[in-house]
Structures are given as C-alpha cells and as structure tokens.
C-alpha cells in the first residue's frame, strides 16, 4: 500500500497475468460468437431487423443496449459531487419505464426496419432523411460517450497501467468487428451474455465496499451533511430538475434510432412489451447498486482524513469521473487475482453490448433511408455491405466524439438535448393528424435553434437580469461558469419547438388522408405469430384489421381507447417502480 494525499490506495504493479488472460478471453469468444451469427447473413431485413427472438433474448437486449459502463460513471461521479441525488442522472427514465408498455407494441406494429421508415410513412421521404441525419449524429455521439466512460474506468480501474485512450481504440475495435459482420442478430446474441457480466459489472463492488465503510450504518455517521443522503437535494438536482429530465426522457425515448430494434426484433409484439421494461427494470436495479458505490466512496474518502470536493481539483490521485475504477482498482486485487480482470471484461461488455446496437440501427438508418432510395436498383448483398462500411464511418464519428468532449457528464448533456427534437415531431404526429410536413420540420429547426440561443452568453447574461432570475432559479452557476439552469432549458426548448410546429401545421398542407390511414391502421393492428413482412410499414393480407374504439377525435386528435392489456401491465409497471423507489429510500434513509 502507498499514501496519497492522506489515504491508503493499492499499489499499481500491473495487472495480474490471471486478470488479463481473463480480459482476452472475454474479447476473443465475444468477437468470435458475433462473427459467427453473421456467417450467413445475405437479406437486408435479417442483418438490420431479424424479428425472430423471444422473451429472454429481448430483456437482455433491452437491458445490454441501455445499459453501459458510462453510466456508472455519470452516476458515481454525479453522487460523488452531490450525494444520493446524482441517481437521477439515469433514474431520470424510471419514471418513463411504465411508458414502455405502452411504446413497444407501437413500435413493433408499424412493421418498419428502422424509425425514419414511421417518419416517411407519417410525413415525407424529407422527414426520414432528417430523422436519419439527425439519429446518425445522435448515435455518434452516444457511442463517443460510452466510449469515454470505457476509457476512464479501464484507467482508474488499472490504476492507469491500461491508458483511457488505448481501451477506447481496443473496444470499438472488438464490437465494431463483430457488430459489422452479424448485425442485429449478432448483437442481440452477444448482448445476452453481455448483459449478465454487466449485473457482475454492477454489484460487485458494493459488498465489498460497504464492508469497508461499515455499510449504511457507517455511511449515515460519516456523512455530516444531510443533502448527501437525500434523493432530492435542494441544489442542481432538485424536484423541478426531476420533473423536467423525465418528460424529456419521454419526449426522446422514440426517436432514439436503437428503440425500433429493442420493441420490434422479437417474434411478436409480446417480446417488445416484455422484453423493454424487464430489461430497463433491471438497469434501474444495476443504477441503484452505482449510486450506493458510490455515496460508500464518498464515506471511505471522509473516514480517511479527505475532503472529497477536492477531487477535480487535482488534489487527489483520480477524479470524480474515475472514481467508480478507483474502487475497483483498490479492493479488487486484495481479494483474488481475476477478480479485476472480471471487472474489466464486464466492463467492456457493458460499452460492447450497447454501442454494438448504436452501430447498426445507425448504418441502417444511412442504408434504408438515404442511400437505397437512391440506389433502388442493387442486391441485398449490396446494401448489407453498405450497412457494414457505414457502421465503420459511424463508429468513426463515435471515436472523434470521445476525444473531443472533455467530460462525462458534459457529453451525456449533449446527448440528451438531441432526440428530444424529432420525438416531439413523432408525439404530436401520432396523436395529432393535422401535423403537417412542414410542422415537422419547424419543430424540429427551432428545437435546435432555440437550444444554442439558451447556450448563448448574451441570453444567459439578459436571463440572470430578470427581477425573478434569482427566486425562479433561471441561472445555473457551476465551476465559475454561469448557464441556464437545465430544467428550464428543456421548458423553453420544448414548448417553443411544439408551439411552432403546431401553429405552422394549421396554415400549412395537411398530410395525404390515405398516409394518415395506413400509418394509424398499423400502430392500431396487433402483430400476428408468423407474419411475413415483405415491404417496411405494409399490413399483410392474412393479418386481419382491426377497429379501435376511440377516446378522443374532436380537433384532428387520434387517442385511442387503450386495451385491457395495456392499462393492466401499465399499472404494474407503476407499482414496481413504486417498489423500487421505496426500496432505496428505505436503505438510504
């Protein structure tokens, strides 16, 4: 052991030759069971939207697609800086995992091979190629941050004995080869081992910390103050913060391009229903077990004499970023030689798994939506190449991204603002049919338009000098940089990109009455075992149609009456996120 700054942290020799054989070991049968999915894969529709999976195989796709490394890295490093309240930074879609009873049947109904093939049916072919471009960027830059929470683990966790930029390049290589090679199908496989080394990834550092610290009992005695325990803190991460992140998260849920393959790459709609909100359950579950590592961290750094505001001043050896690896780097090793090694497969898993989906819903997004329109004329075989070459380019954008951004939490902002532009055009859409093409396009130009405006110096100084700036919150002040506070960022973005589509469509063209027909004929007929599907958003002949009883019509509105099925598993869904939040607030509290 050395002393660093007044605390104990074990000494960095290298990785234990089990540890490492254990990490390639891991690599080698990950790439090779992808490669091998995708050894005769010759069919568009087979390497982009498989539809031939069931339950178990969708709830770990579900969870392995949403759930990575960088998470657990935006959560202990948001904990570490503001308590048990930095759960929100991915709990902020607890309150949205009931929703996805209710989304995934949709999804899997429109019969579509990616989300730009509803856009198109919907609105325009202008529309797709939009949601496509904007999807694209969205996918790059959600792979750029997973891969950067991958980098600062493996650092932290290898006590920098594997540099941040070496892993990086190590695993996009890894998924990007294997993801290229088998598509949907090799991902969804790989993801169901994946995902079970990310709920290893997830709790084994709990006990042994909570251990160390004297669990909560010993937590609750460290901790002088009292915000560090509580899920609602009255700074950055208050109620309001809460409130606004969740209705975000619903508003983008849809238009994240990887949700058409998580809802609709099973044998029915049965396994999107089930296999969305399983697999999430377990992410909040694994988002819990982040948060208490680190709120244990926070306590082992406090019973050591330290101050743990000074992490991203340079006064300790890591940062709150790394702190989630440091943990690791610390106990794993005194315990049992592979026992890092684990951590750091599992640790790749959790990036692998997701941005393996990342990549292919992205390519396919280019290959269905831009470049076969163009090129209607070429084999299967051809467009399948495209869509792996494309998924090289993607990964590429990804790469960039990663080394570019300078934080975490900084590109998890990004990412966040992003799909919440097109998930309003495809909400109001769908409940709406007077929503025109040119609608569409105004909501989301002036989503986007009015998000930089919110990030201008001259627009945040005017906000601050308001006479209820300081009572309302407007400004957010952090690391001496003033900026519109988030949940009124998302307010102000939000309804002014709904005002203006929704003001835009009255005066202009409405949409062909028989597109309107099709598109809500299919988000209304259930799926039937054994369709086949020979064109994107098409109702077979042999599946029978199926009339809704309506809620409510008046105004062009299109809100169906729901079915028992749906507000029956609605409601459980409630009560177990009821139950999980009780949970946690009991072990805190």
């Known amino acids: 052991m050395i002393l660093i700054e007044g605390f104990p942290v074990a000494e960095s020799t290298g990785l234990h030759w089990i540890d490492g054989m254990v990490v390639v070991l891991y690599l080698l049968g990950i790439t090779v069971m992808g490669v091998w999915m995708g050894r005769r894969i010759s069919r568009i529709d087979e390497f982009f939207m498989p539809r031939k999976f069931g339950k178990g195989m969708m709830m770990m796709h579900a969870f392995g697609t949403g759930t990575a490394s960088d998470q657990a890295v935006t959560v202990s490093s948001a904990t570490f800086r503001s ?115 990310t709920v290893i990834f997830s709790f084994m550092l709990l006990p042994f910390i909570f251990w160390e610290v004297g669990g909560m009992t010993g937590i609750k005695a460290t901790m002088t ?35 058409m393959g998580v809802c609709a790459a099973g044998k029915t709609e049965w396994e999107g229903r089930v296999g969305i ?25 406090i019973q050591r004499g330290n101050d743990p505001s000074q992490l991203d001043l340079g006064l300790l050896k890591t940062t709150a970023d790394g702190i989630y690896g440091e943990v690791a780097h610390t106990f794993l090793p005194r315990l049992l030689p592979g026992l890092l090694g684990l951590f ?106 009015a998000w930089w405006v919110s990030t201008q110096p001259w627009f945040i100084s005017a906000l601050s000098e308001l006479p209820a700036a300081e009572s309302l919150q407007l400004v957010w002040s952090e690391g001496g940089k003033d900026s519109v506070y988030l949940p009124w960022q998302i307010l102000f973005y939000g309804t002014l990109a709904s005002l203006t589509g929704i003001l835009v469509s009255l005066v202009t063209r409405p949409v062909d009455a028989t597109k309107l027909s099709l598109f809500y004929q299919l988000s209304r007929t259930p799926v039937q075992a054994g369709e086949q599907i020979l064109q994107p958003c098409t109702l077979p002949e042999s599946t029978p149609r199926v009339d809704r009883a309506m809620l409510v019509t008046a105004g062009g ?31 805190v509290s």
Not at 371 to 379: G, N
Not at 412 to 422: D, G, K, N, R, V
Not at 559 to 587: D, Q
Request: a positive charge.
């Open 344 to 449: 750091l497969a599992a640790l790749l898993a959790g990036v692998m798994s997701s941005c393996d989906s990342f990549m292919i819903s992205s390519a396919a997004l280019f290959t269905e939506n831009i470049y076969r329109p163009l090129r209607s004329e070429m084999s299967d075989r051809h467009y399948v190449w495209v869509g792996r070459i494309m998924s090289v380019l993607v990964v590429a954008g990804g790469v960039a991204f990663a080394f570019w951004v300078p934080s975490i939490v900084k590109a998890l902002e990004i990412w966040f603002m992003i799909a919440p532009m097109m998930g309003l055009v495809f909400w109001i859409g769908l409940f709406w049919r007077r929503m025109t093409v040119v609608g569409a396009w105004a909501t989301t130009i002036t989503g986007f338009a």
């Open 277 to 301: 909100v399983g697999g999430n359950l377990i992410k909040r579950l694994c988002t819990a077990a982040w948060s208490l590592t680190a709120i244990a961290a926070v306590a082992w750094y």
């Open 83 to 197: 308590g048990i309240s930095g759960i929100w930074y991915q709990w902020l879609w607890l309150f949205v995992t009931p929703f996805y009873w209710l989304i995934a049947p949709i999804f899997r109904r429109f019969r579509a091979i990616t989300t730009a093939d509803v856009y198109e049916l919907r609105y325009n072919r202008s529309v797709a190629v939009l949601f496509a471009l904007v999807g694209i960027a969205n996918m790059c830059v959600k792979i750029g941050l997973m891969l950067k929470g991958a980098g600062a683990l493996a650092d932290a966790g290898t006590g920098g004995v594997i540099d941040s930029d070496v892993a990086i390049v190590v695993v996009t290589l890894m998924f990007m080869f294997y993801g290229a090679a088998g598509g949907l199908g090799a991902a969804i496989v790989t993801d169901y081992f994946q995902g079970i080394l």
């Open 225 to 259: 103050d009292d915000v560090m325990l509580s899920l609602v803190a009255p700074g950055k991460i208050s109620l309001f913060f809460v409130v606004m992140m969740s209705l975000q998260a619903l508003a983008g849920i849809v238009a994240q391009p990887f949700i």
């Open 557 to 587: 509105l299109e809100i169906p009456k729901p079915s028992r099925t749906s507000v029956v598993g609605f409601m459980v869904v409630w009560l177990l996120v009821g139950a999980l939040v009780g949970t946690f607030v009991w072990i």
